[in-house]
């Protein structure tokens, strides 16, 4: 069983634009590459910011349109917020605030086994690295520049580097890199 932290960034390190906005990724259509399946399939939980929650709750799911859709994972989610936020219907979600330890505790036990992904955002991810509870990062880097926007990793990670453990080309713009987090690494809040 591994915490591992999947997304997609922007080559110059951006997960969204300032405002949350995902439409430079969205331009590559379905940019979740050909391990998409194989990955979820080998998760048991999910960790996800408020921002991330809300960003499918507009964009995807549109709840109470004609266009809706059903929430997109069978697996229990867990949404960090500090916020009131809405539940989308038949979804397995449980809103939480404050440390990741202790909810982390929880997904380990309802994963069974499986895997647990931080599905988003940066500083969530982040604070995993912090509680020392993440293994592995999945990036999918796509060929686009955003200049600024929400970073994908907000830590100071040098002492020891994470370990880079495999690099593949997904078509002509994402090159997708696993790396494994030193259980030892002193991750920092950028700016500190």
């Known amino acids: ?105 929880q997904m380990v036990a309802a994963a069974k086994g499986k895997n647990i992904w931080i599905a988003g955002g940066g500083e969530l991810a982040g604070q995993f690295i912090d509680a020392g509870l993440l293994d592995e990062l999945i990036i999918q880097v796509a060929s686009v520049t955003l200049g600024q926007g929400r970073p994908l990793l907000p830590r100071l990670i040098a002492f020891p580097p994470l370990r880079l453990t495999s690099v593949q080309a997904l078509g002509e713009a994402f090159a997708e890199l696993h790396y494994d987090v030193p259980r030892q690494a002193e991750a920092m809040p950028v700016g500190t």
């Open 1 to 105: 069983m591994k915490t591992q932290y999947y997304a997609a960034s922007s080559l110059d390190g951006f997960i969204a634009t300032t405002n949350h906005s995902l439409d430079w990724l969205l331009q590559f259509g379905e940019a979740e590459g050909p391990g998409y399946d194989e990955f979820l399939a080998e998760v048991g939980a999910i960790a996800m910011g408020s921002a991330t929650y809300q960003w499918l709750v507009d964009h995807y799911i549109k709840a109470g349109t004609s266009e809706e859709k059903p929430w997109r994972f069978e697996q229990p989610t867990w949404i960090f917020t500090s916020r009131k936020l809405t539940s989308v219907r038949n979804a397995d979600l449980c809103f939480v605030e404050g440390a990741v330890a202790p909810v982390h505790r």
